[in-house]
C-alpha cells in the first residue's frame, strides 16, 4: 500500500516539478561597465549637460536622452528593458530604492568581475586584466558536462580576455572572440557573411576588442544556425567609451545594447526552440565611479563595486524593478544559473548561493 501511495504521489507532484523547470535555454549578457545610475535614472544631468564629456550636438543629444523626469529619461535611453524587462522580468540593484547589488570581490575590474560572475567565486589571487588563463572552473563548463548540453553552450565577446576567463584552453568550449572566424562546416551565409564583415570593421579601441555589434551579430548569426541552449554574450563598448571619457558615446553603446537586446528577444520569441523556455540574464562586471570619477573603476574608486541583474523568463516571477530592501552579490550569478536549468552547481572551489527571487 505504501508503494503504491509513494508512485501515486510521484506521478501526481511530477507535473508540478515539471513546472518549475521550463527554461531549457539561457542567454547570459554582460555589459561592461555599465553603471546603475544610468540603468534605473537614465542619462546623468551632471555628465550629460557636460561639455567636457560630451562631442556630439549639444541639441541632438538632449532630444535624444533626456527628459525632466528620471522614469521617463530611463525609458528613452533604453527602452527594451523599460516597456518589456520591467513589465515581464525582474530587476535588482536600485540603490536609491535599497535594493544593493555589488561585487563581492575586491578589485572592482573586469577580469575578477566576470571570473566572481561565472565561477560563482572570488578569488583573491585574480588581480589583474593580464591574468592567465583561470584556474577556477565556471558555471558553463559545468552545464557544458551535462548530457543534453555538451557542445550547446558558447560564448561570443567583444574583448579578448574572455577567451581565459572562461578557460577555453582547458575546457574547448566555443569562445569567439576579437578577430576570430566561426569555423566549421555547413555555416550558413550569413556566418560567412559575419566573418568577412568583422575583418572590415574599424578597429575603434585597438588590438583585443571589436565593437560589439559585430558581436552580436556573430552571436545571433549563430543562434540562428545551430541553436546552442546556453549562450553568453559579452560587451564591451560602454566600458571602452566611459574610460575615453566619452559619455555621449558611452549612452549610445547602451542604446545600441538595449536594441540588440530587443531584437534578439523577438527572435526568440519566433523560434519554436527558444519560445517560452529561455530566460535572459543581464548584469555588468563592475560599476564605475560618480561625477568625474564616472570615467574609471578599480578599488580606489568609490561606488566602482555597485552593479545590478537583470532577469526574464518562465520561471522568474514577475517582480518588476524590485524596491524591498535587500543585498545581492555577484558570486550567486553562476548557481542562479544552473538552478533555472535544473542543476546543482559543484566546481574545484566554493559557489555562492542562487538568487532566491529569480526561480
Known amino acids: ?4 501511495i509513494a508512485i501515486f504521489l510521484f506521478f501526481f507532484m511530477l507535473p508540478a516539478f515539471a513546472q ?7 542567454i547570459i549578457v554582460s555589459m561592461d561597465g555599465y553603471r546603475w545610475k544610468e540603468l534605473f535614472g537614465g542619462a546623468d544631468p551632471g555628465l550629460l549637460f557636460n561639455k567636457k564629456y560630451t562631442s556630439q550636438d549639444s541639441l541632438w543629444l538632449v532630444g535624444k536622452y533626456w527628459e525632466t523626469d528620471a522614469r521617463t529619461r530611463r525609458e528613452k535611453l533604453m527602452p527594451f ?3 518589456q524587462i520591467a513589465k515581464n522580468g525582474q530587476l535588482y540593484g536600485n540603490r536609491d530604492l535599497g535594493n544593493n547589488v555589488n561585487v563581492k570581490n575586491k578589485y572592482w575590474f573586469s577580469y575578477p568581475g566576470r571570473s566572481e560572475t561565472f565561477c560563482g567565486y572570488y578569488d ?3 588581480n589583474s586584466n593580464e591574468y592567465p588563463d583561470n584556474p577556477n572552473e565556471n558555471v558553463l563548463e559545468f552545464i557544458d558536462k551535462q548530457k543534453e548540453y555538451h557542445g550547446k553552450v558558447v560564448t561570443f565577446a567583444s574583448w579578448d580576455a574572455v577567451a581565459r576567463i572562461i578557460n577555453r584552453d582547458r575546457n574547448g568550449m566555443l569562445v569567439n572572440i576579437y578577430e576570430e572566424d566561426v569555423k566549421g562546416p ?3 551565409t550569413l556566418q560567412q557573411e559575419m566573418n568577412t564583415l568583422q575583418h572590415t570593421m574599424p578597429e575603434v579601441f585597438g588590438q583585443g576588442e571589436r565593437l560589439d555589434a559585430i558581436t552580436f551579430a556573430m552571436a545571433k548569426a549563430y543562434m540562428m544556425a545551430d541553436h546552442p541552449h546556453v549562450m553568453y554574450i559579452d560587451f564591451g563598448d560602454t566600458d571602452d567609451f566611459a574610460h575615453e571619457g566619452k559619455y555621449d558615446m558611452y549612452l549610445d553603446a547602451a542604446h545600441k545594447i538595449d536594441a540588440m537586446l530587443g531584437e534578439l528577444w523577438k527572435y526568440m520569441q519566433q ?6 523556455n529561455t530566460t535572459v540574464l543581464i548584469c555588468p562586471d563592475h ?3 560618480y561625477g568625474d570619477q564616472w570615467t574609471s573603476h578599480g578599488s580606489k574608486i568609490v561606488h566602482a563595486n555597485e552593479t545590478y541583474l537583470m532577469v526574464m523568463g518562465p520561471d522568474s516571477p514577475p517582480l518588476g524593478e524590485v524596491s524591498t530592501n535587500g543585498q545581492i552579490y555577484q558570486d550567486q550569478y553562476a548557481q542562479t544559473l544552473a538552478h533555472l536549468l535544473g542543476f546543482h552547481f559543484t566546481a574545484n572551489h566554493p559557489v555562492g548561493e542562487p538568487v532566491k527571487g529569480v526561480q
Open 20 to 26: 518549475q523547470h521550463k527554461t531549457k535555454n539561457v
Open 271 to 276: 523560434d519554436p526552440f527558444y519560445k517560452d
Open 186 to 188: 555547413g555555416l550558413t
Open 1 to 4: 500500500m505504501r508503494t503504491l
Open 81 to 83: 528593458v523599460w516597456q
Open 287 to 289: 560599476g564605475r565611479g
Open 124 to 126: 583573491s589571487l585574480i
